[in-house]
């Protein structure tokens, strides 16, 4: 961790030492990140503190229904003054959801973050692009605070890690990774329970939805780009919720001759979820930002507000113009 880094940590935590009102919240369609990540920070304070409210912006995949300290994420009325915002995991102000609107009435917000496209839209921003997910650089924040990372604590940050860096094969993995959950695992998670609930716990409805979704699949450009689209027809088909289609992204990806990735799930008629993956040339979060989306240069993700075919057509366009 370098010195300015530290440096912004020392100041953030004097300013959660003189906060009674701290509310703690992440972007919208949440991610392993993103609730491992608010999940650790809130424990700790909460230890340091006595209390935090941790603000529920979008309702959490049942894969994440495991970890500890989850009834801390509750609904919350923004009508009252906020001493301190603590944003985690998120590029920018808006993808906050609800959030948003708690941070507008926050005297300080710290922006906490990995992504190399955040906006520094906090008045304390940590952000480290070089951190494979959110949840190393709260460990690292955690231990500054000077609260003991409990098993509790270390399962959701070994959580965020693991699902951000695709099981420590990403890119993004570095030697500090592997520090870092080395000292998770000395705490004593369980990590296989872990894993389990992560990796091996499959419904039978998140199994025909990729089925079906395979069969689906479109290569462009010589088997160099892969796409899928899923509608809310295929999701009704099969019985199936949007965050089932977690994994089908990585899954394109991982076909040989695949360079890019895509997936577009359909939230309505005219807003499209777009999920970009990528192996070692494309730097997917400038296709992702013609789009006003962000992410990293191997992952990242935007919405098209028109229908599907036509979000289709603009993605695909932006994605074979990256190599001519």
Do not use: W
């Amino acid at each position: 961790m370098n010195n300015s880094l530290g440096n912004l940590m020392e100041e953030a935590i004097k300013l959660i030492k003189k906060s009674d009102n701290i509310y703690i919240a992440s972007h919208v369609q949440p991610d392993g990140d993103n609730i491992g990540s608010i999940l650790a920070l809130g424990m700790a304070i909460k230890r340091l503190k006595g209390k935090v409210n941790i603000i529920k912006v979008d309702d959490i995949p049942s894969d994440y229904h495991f970890l500890p300290g989850l009834e801390l994420i509750r609904e919350h009325d923004v009508g009252q003054y906020i001493d301190l915002f603590i944003a985690l995991d998120s590029s920018d102000i808006d993808r906050l959801g609800l959030g948003k609107e708690f941070a507008s009435k926050a005297d300080k917000i710290i922006n906490i973050d990995h992504h190399v496209t955040n906006d520094n839209f906090g008045h304390i921003n940590i952000i480290s692009t070089s951190s494979g997910a959110t949840g190393e650089i709260v460990y690292e924040f955690i231990k500054k605070m000077g609260v003991k990372i409990d098993k509790d604590i270390a399962t959701c940050l070994y959580t965020a890690i693991s699902t951000d860096t695709g099981s420590f094969i990403y890119s993004n993995t570095s030697y500090k990774t592997h520090l870092i959950v080395a000292e998770l695992l000395k705490i004593g998670i369980d990590n296989n329970h872990i894993n389990v609930n992560l990796y091996q716990s499959r419904s039978m409805e998140r199994t025909k939805l990729f089925i079906d979704s395979l069969n689906r699949l479109e290569f462009f450009l010589d088997g160099k780009m892969g796409i899928i689209t899923v509608t809310q027809e295929m999701l009704r088909d099969n019985n199936a919720k949007l965050e089932d289609t977690e994994g089908i992204v990585s899954f394109i990806r991982d076909i040989d001759s695949v360079e890019v990735a895509c997936l577009l799930k359909e939230i309505d008629k005219n807003e499209i979820k777009v999920s970009i993956r990528s192996k070692k040339e494309i730097d997917v979060s400038k296709i992702c930002n013609k789009f006003d989306g962000g992410g990293h240069m191997r992952a990242a993700g935007c919405t098209i507000y028109s229908e599907i075919d036509t979000a289709k057509e603009l993605i695909l366009e932006e994605i074979k113009m990256t190599f001519r």
